[in-house]
């Protein structure tokens, strides 16, 4: 449907036109928000795994944002914060990405061992049950990803 639509200018609305259109069904507004842009991602990812700070173990403390900020120089896992053409919840960044990665970091130790829901009512305090707390328990998907957060991981603890 949608390659059969046209962007239009105010100034080529015809008005008779638009109304015909309107009467006949033929009229559709796209409603979605422009592309987000990376930086915009970055930001919004930062204040959203902000909030689980208080469960980052005593050995990353002090690591834990240099920790994501090696994440977003990974394309390969920068890909996995982007949200997706088609989400409908999650416009400013994968909500399920950042989910996924927390939960191989949580694997590695960065963060405390706790159970997906106190992870839960920390990320999402506004929902009692979350959509994306399943997403804690499953990792990332693809064998790239996670070999390059594993290397993130342990370059910041070999030295």
């Not at 700070?53 to 996995?80: A, K, T």
Request: net charge positive.
């Amino acid at each position: 449907m949608k390659k059969n639509l046209k962007r239009v200018r105010p100034e080529d609305f015809d008005v008779e036109a638009l109304m015909a259109a309107a009467r006949e069904g033929r009229l559709y507004v796209d409603e979605s928000k422009e592309e987000v842009s990376i930086e915009e991602v970055k930001e919004n990812v930062r204040a959203y795994v902000a909030r689980i700070r208080p469960l980052v173990s005593r050995r990353y403390v002090g690591l834990i944002d240099e920790l994501w900020e090696r994440i977003f120089r990974s394309d390969v896992l920068l890909e996995v914060l982007k949200p997706k053409p088609r989400a409908r919840k999650c416009r400013d960044f994968d909500k399920y990405g950042v989910m996924r990665i927390v939960c191989v970091l949580r694997e590695k130790g960065v963060y405390e061992q706790r159970s997906d829901p106190q992870f839960d009512a920390l990320l999402e305090p506004e929902s009692k049950d979350s959509p994306y707390r399943r997403y804690l328990g499953q990792g990332l998907e693809e064998r790239c990803q996670q070999v390059a957060l594993r290397r993130i991981v342990e370059s910041l603890t070999s030295w």
